[in-house]
């Protein structure tokens, strides 16, 4: 016996175009609903520690390095879509944590239009490994968001480089994908 085939469901040629457009309409009318808007990050540069114990002095080349590191966070979070970025008007050398103050940041931050601040610390252990520790605070709610500490390996421009981008990706998928 072949099989029969009766539709479930009957619509009128006349019904269809309007149940289309209402369904569109629905579908929009929830996605736009549930829609939050743009989470708003300042980037507080990282500090930055030293506890290798090495004779040689590298502090302008840490200090170089360090500049490159928050430039390269700052430039890849700026390419993120789910989020907005503000600078913070202290964006000089000591724009951290450390200095002015953690209160200082939040304060400029929440001046800025952020709803998020982001701050962190470079932490060189030795020639061949070092920390880049950092969090993220919603500044509304006065809460963490995350926090996270990520090691890296080697002391060149290219390792800096390398952990920079590390740490936006991580910072991406880690702090920011948890709130959006």
């Not at 989020?83 to 964006?91: A, G, P």
């Amino acid at each position: 016996m072949p099989f029969s085939y009766r539709p479930l469901y009957r619509f009128n040629v006349r019904q269809s175009p309007l149940l289309l457009l209402a369904g569109l309409a629905a579908a929009t009318f929830n996605a736009t609903a549930q829609a939050k808007p743009l989470l708003t990050l300042a980037a507080a540069n990282f500090a930055f520690k030293d506890t290798s114990g090495e004779v040689r002095d590298q502090t302008a080349e840490h200090a170089r390095r360090l500049q490159a590191l928050n430039e390269a966070v700052r430039h890849g979070l700026a390419q993120n879509r789910k989020i907005n970025t503000v600078l913070l008007t202290c964006q000089n050398d000591k724009c951290n944590a450390a200095e002015p103050g953690l209160e200082a940041l939040a304060a400029d931050a929440k001046k800025a239009g952020a709803s998020h601040l982001l701050f962190g610390e470079v932490h060189k252990m030795s020639t061949l490994v070092g920390w880049i520790k950092f969090a993220m605070v919603d500044l509304i709610q006065n809460a963490p968001v995350c926090e996270r500490t990520l090691s890296y390996r080697g002391d060149n421009d290219q390792a800096w480089q390398h952990a920079a981008k590390f740490a936006v990706r991580d910072i991406e998928s880690n702090c920011i994908d948890q709130q959006s």
